[in-house]
């Protein structure tokens, strides 16, 4: 039927401002399209340490579930940021939901709008039309391997761990997403080093034999930090381990001009969790000045995954005509810059006119 159950988890710093923009997108495209989008609102990250002492209080990760999708904002608080000794902590919160949903998979494409290219810093000629998708590894990794602090402070350390089981799923994911797009898939690691990286060699190359139109390339991640501003179009589909991942993935942001473009997708094989990849920013919380787009953009990957085609397109057809029209925020060096709730207006209000005009 036409009727979807949303978890909603805004969290902390600038995720509730943006969150709240996407909300009053899913309403403009249930008005437009005749579906209900129903939302159960969960705690979580900082916002809920101060309000019941967890960062992912039970009732969250029910709601989470339950729901069709979870649509998420941002954690993090410098009062925890500047607190090494705190035990209980914001991002101990998204790590757990991530690995509670079995998350495993972290997608997040990144490309260049025509009409923002001059605002990124780097030149021109060197980002102009790369599209490129990054597939990393969500749920293993130094992330959740074993982690010791000594009592005196001396000495701590993290494992990262990977088995098989972590590897080859989202290693199939990667190279049939290739297969649908330019049919190139770079492995980013540092086999050169770590046993982790040799492991993953070993089994994507296996699977490679299955996608023989596919084109395999293998990349240290050093390389690759520097191979991605000096010449970004030469990547298709990137696939890599949590922490590179983690890495690259905000230094791509920089060639669409703003991290506060860039959407992801978490997904799972029940559950799927939509979230810009930009942080909590909490300099900027309360001050309108956040730019919604990115979580919108997470919205449209969510619209995706519930297989509402045209809604999805429609909001990305939404989302392009407000970035050309220069309906953007402070980050893309607009003029004269929009507030978070007037881009988020401007975009819901296309939706709304442009489908009602298109079937009257
Ligand atoms: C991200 C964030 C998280 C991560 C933090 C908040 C735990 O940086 O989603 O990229 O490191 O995965
Ligand atoms: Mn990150």
Not at 69 to 90: E, M, Q, S, T, Y
Not at 97 to 115: C, D, H, Q, V
Not at 160 to 175: G, K, N, V
């Amino acid at each position: 039927d036409n009727v979807f159950k949303i978890a909603v988890l805004p969290g902390d710093g600038i995720g509730p401002e943006v969150v709240a923009e996407s909300i009053k997108i899913l309403d403009a495209i249930g008005e437009a399209f005749q579906y209900t989008f129903k939302y159960q609102y969960g705690l979580m990250g900082a916002d809920a340490i101060y309000k019941t002492g967890n960062p992912l209080p039970d009732e969250t990760l029910a709601i989470c579930r339950e729901s069709d999708a979870v649509l998420f904002g941002a954690i993090g608080d410098p009062a925890f940021d500047n607190n090494p000794d705190a035990k209980v902590r914001p991002e101990q919160g998204l790590l757990k939901l991530r690995k509670e949903l079995g998350l495993f998979a972290n997608i997040r494409p990144l490309k260049t709008y025509a009409s923002l290219i001059e605002k990124s810093p780097l030149k021109k000629e060197i980002i102009e039309g790369t599209d490129i998708q990054i597939f990393r590894e969500l749920v293993s990794g130094i992330y959740f391997g074993e982690k010791f602090t000594e009592e005196n402070g001396a000495y701590a350390y993290d494992v990262c761990r990977y088995s098989r089981e972590d590897i080859l799923p989202i290693t199939h994911m990667a190279f049939k997403e290739a297969q649908r797009r330019r049919k190139k898939l770079t492995l980013i690691d540092k086999a050169n080093v770590l046993d982790t990286s040799r492991l993953w060699r070993k089994i994507v190359q296996e699977a490679a034999a299955e996608y023989p139109d596919v084109q395999l390339d293998y990349m240290f991640v050093d390389n690759a930090a520097m191979q991605l501003i000096l010449n970004p179009k030469q990547f298709d589909v990137i696939l890599t381990e949590n922490m590179f991942g983690d890495i690259i993935s905000d230094e791509a942001s920089v060639i669409g001009g703003s991290i506060g473009l860039l959407p992801s997708a978490s997904v799972g094989k029940e559950n799927a969790l939509f979230e810009p990849i930009h942080g909590s920013y909490p300099q900027a919380k309360g001050k309108g000045i956040a730019n919604p787009i990115a979580s919108i953009l997470s919205t449209a990957m969510m619209l995706d995954y519930l297989q509402l085609d045209q809604a999805a397109d429609k909001l990305r057809e939404s989302v392009e005509h407000a970035i050309e029209n220069r309906y953007v925020t402070v980050d893309l060096k607009a003029e004269q810059p929009c507030s978070t709730t007037e881009v988020g207006s401007f975009i819901a209000d296309y939706i709304k006119y442009s489908e009602k005009s298109y079937y009257n």
